[in-house]
């Protein structure tokens, strides 16, 4: 009989979490005495996700004030956020000769705090804008300057309990750190328990890296979090001709028994019928390389 393993939660990034209420504080007046994001995580529920995810910016543009009424707002509808993404904005630079670390540490420490407040247990390090290196800046001088800022970030981190997961992002979106090999070798070099690794199915297949670099990534406790969406970052449903070869991904995450969360991170016009759709299509095949539930 095959040794059956328990499939990981299944979530989604919010699009609200991207595009509603960056700094439109009307929005926030608008949307008095109730909660700017519970709506919707409740809709993601009733999907048939497991949890949402949300960029740390959704929390970071709110005032002191209404932050703190919206983490009592999820408090008492009983919902907690434990994943975030795009940690850093590109108004901070982290590589390069105008590199402001400390600037970019002020903000991540309120952030952490304000992620901690509603739940958040991953926060994860893209920022590709922040990270970027200029042109004629050398690579290794730039890793050592996120490594820095990972290592000082690494503090506030553990206050909270909070893992903060660096994600490859393809050359197009940046050019450091692109590859899931890449930030192994980062994470393995700090040694810090809550500095992990993100493995992206966008971004490994623009950049021809193979699923075998998740197995070793798991087997060595860095795996922290995934992401998947279609080569074109729509919502996945088996249409794409020479897509992303989710069955592969999803084998190699659970065969190397891989404990974490995985959440779609996907671009669409029509986000409920579209996140519907891919659901149907990507469950299936998580259950099968799982063995029956």
């Given amino acids: 009989m095959r040794n059956l393993k328990r499939p990981p939660a299944l979530g989604r990034c919010l699009p609200s979490g991207s595009f509603a209420y960056q700094g439109d504080q009307a929005a926030v007046q608008e949307n008095d005495g109730k909660s700017l994001f519970a709506e919707e995580i409740k809709e993601t529920l009733r ?22 009424r919206e983490a009592e707002r999820l408090d008492e509808a009983e ?11 590109p108004s901070f630079r982290l590589t390069g000769p105008s590199a402001d670390q400390d600037a ?13 407040a509603v739940g958040g247990e991953i926060i994860v390090f893209g920022g590709g804008g922040a990270r970027r290196r ?11 300057q996120i490594k820095d800022f990972l290592m000082e970030c690494s503090l506030p981190a553990s206050k909270y309990g909070i893992t903060i997961a ?3 992002l393809n050359r197009q979106e940046c050019n450091v750190l692109n590859k899931v090999s890449e930030a192994v070798a980062i994470a393995e070099d700090l040694h810090l328990p809550n500095i992990r690794v993100l493995a992206d199915a966008y971004h490994m297949h623009l950049e021809n890296e193979s699923y075998e670099m998740i197995s070793p990534a798991v087997k060595k406790g860095l795996l922290a979090h ?5 080569w074109d970052r729509s919502y996945p449903d088996g249409s794409a ?4 070869r989710f069955a592969e991904l999803f084998e190699q995450l659970v065969e190397s028994g891989y404990k974490g969360k995985i959440s779609a991170e996907c671009n669409s016009r029509q986000h409920h019928a579209d996140r519907t759709r ?14 029956p539930a």
């Fill in 47 to 68: 999907a048939g996700y497991d949890f949402a995810e949300l960029t740390v910016g959704a929390l970071m543009q709110l005032s002191e004030a209404d932050f703190s």
């Fill in 79 to 89: 919902i907690r956020i434990p994943a975030f993404n795009s940690f850093i904005p």
């Fill in 104 to 116: 970019a540490l002020a903000y991540a420490e309120r952030a952490l705090k304000r992620v901690h």
């Fill in 134 to 144: 200029p042109d004629d800046f050398p690579q290794e001088e730039a890793l050592e």
């Fill in 166 to 168: 660096i994600e490859p």
């Fill in 226 to 230: 995934v992401h998947y969406a279609e």
């Fill in 241 to 244: 001709a020479d897509g992303v």
């Fill in 278 to 291: 891919s659901l149907n299509y990507i469950k299936p095949i998580l259950s099968q390389v799982s063995g």
